[in-house]
């Protein structure tokens, strides 16, 4: 059973002997928070908050491949260094996950400024290029843009920006009240949502989103974040 998705290569599951934490076989996704790994990520033209932007969006999608589904774990080696298992997940009808995340190259990440990157053809944002692709999408299909946009489930999003003090930077995930805000919220939303809480890479701030299927209930669960972030950190 899979408990968390952590990024997008990387789960934690449950074992006879508790839990264990698994990285998919000939996948490195981009983080989607600061550490170690994600220094060697950054270049000049790829900022911080780009990478955790891609790496957010390659979790979500590996949350949707195994959403519902009954998952199986072939374990095809163990990562000494950070003592976890390495393998490769299958759904019950077989389709392996692995390959699936990397044949289809989810690797376009964006938010709702427009802010679009797609990495196979550019490191930034460009919104000339995410005009022409587009273009190109209704060209290949033959469909308009209406028809494209018939299937998308608009799910409301909310972004609240925190002030923090300097002492508080680097601090957010290291407070109990804050992170057990976070967890509660994701019980809530209960897999028909999700919460990202980063902090600034250029400014004093902890950006709190949180994405639903009811806007009400967003708000309220954004605030009540945003609210222990401010308790603790301002």
């Not at 060209?139 to 018939?150: A, F, H, I, V, Y």
């Not at 290291?174 to 019980?187: C, D, G, L, N, Q």
Request: with cysteine; aromatic share 6%.
């Amino acid at each position: 059973m899979i408990l968390k998705v952590f990024d997008g290569d990387t789960v934690l599951i449950k074992t006879k002997e508790g839990t264990a934490s698994v990285r998919l076989t000939g996948i490195d996704c981009y983080e989607t928070h600061f550490n170690s790994h994600v220094v060697y990520q950054k270049t000049e033209k790829n900022s911080y908050e780009e990478i955790f932007e891609k790496g957010e969006m390659a979790k979500l999608r590996l949350e949707q491949l195994i959403k519902n589904k009954n998952i199986f774990l072939e374990i095809t080696g163990m990562d000494k260094k950070y003592s976890r298992l390495v393998g490769i997940l299958y759904t019950s009808d077989g389709m392996n996950i692995n390959k699936e995340m990397l044949k289809n190259g989810y690797n376009i990440g964006g938010e709702q400024s427009g802010h679009i990157i797609m990495l196979d053809h550019a490191t930034t944002g460009d919104g000339q290029l995410t005009a022409a692709m587009l273009v190109k999408v209704m060209q290949d299909t033959g469909k308009n843009l209406s028809e494209l946009c018939r299937d998308i489930v608009d799910y409301p999003q909310l972004l609240v920006n925190v002030k923090i003090t300097e002492s508080g930077k680097g601090k957010w995930s290291t407070v109990p009240a804050i992170t057990e805000s976070i967890s509660a919220a994701e019980r809530e939303l209960a897999g028909n949502g999700r919460v990202l809480v980063r902090e600034s890479g250029t400014e004093p701030l902890v950006r709190v989103m949180v994405e639903g299927k009811d806007m009400e209930m967003v708000k309220r669960l954004a605030d009540s974040i945003a609210d222990e972030v401010r308790n603790s950190l301002t």
